[in-house]
């Protein structure tokens, strides 16, 4: 069984940064691909940011290129977004995977969601 658990979301002001975690519980972090998606209301939900298992490969959408980083501290058990140069189209509820498959945007597991609001 896999517990994803986000935090570090909450309101920040256009052109702020937050930084989100994402802890994971079972045996299976290090094996996996983890990656961080986002919905907000009347949106389908979008694929930001996956990293291999050993870190070495990452992969970004074109929206958060260049201003949004990926990174894991297998250790720990733990996934990383930091969020630079926020938006105020980047508020959503933020969501870390694992176990997911770039190429179809798809996951095996799920945390529950962590909300960014990017307002002044």
């Known amino acids: 069984q896999v517990q994803l658990v986000e935090s570090g979301g909450g309101l920040v002001q256009p052109g702020g940064s937050l930084r989100l975690s994402c802890a994971a519980s079972?045996?299976?972090?290090?094996?996996?691909?983890m990656g961080w998606f986002r919905q907000s209301p009347g949106k389908e939900r979008e694929l930001l940011a996956t990293i291999s298992p050993g870190g070495s490969n990452t992969y970004y959408a074109d929206s958060v290129k260049g201003r949004f980083t990926i990174s894991r501290d297998n250790a720990k058990d733990t996934v990383y977004l930091q969020m630079n140069n926020l938006r105020p189209e980047d508020t959503a509820v933020y969501y870390c995977?694992?176990?997911?498959?770039?190429?179809?945007?798809?996951?095996?597991?799920w945390g529950q969601g962590t909300q960014v609001a990017v307002s002044s």
């Open positions: 995977a694992e176990d997911v498959v770039t190429v179809t945007k798809r996951a095996a597991w």
């Open positions: 079972g045996r299976t972090f290090s094996s996996n691909a």
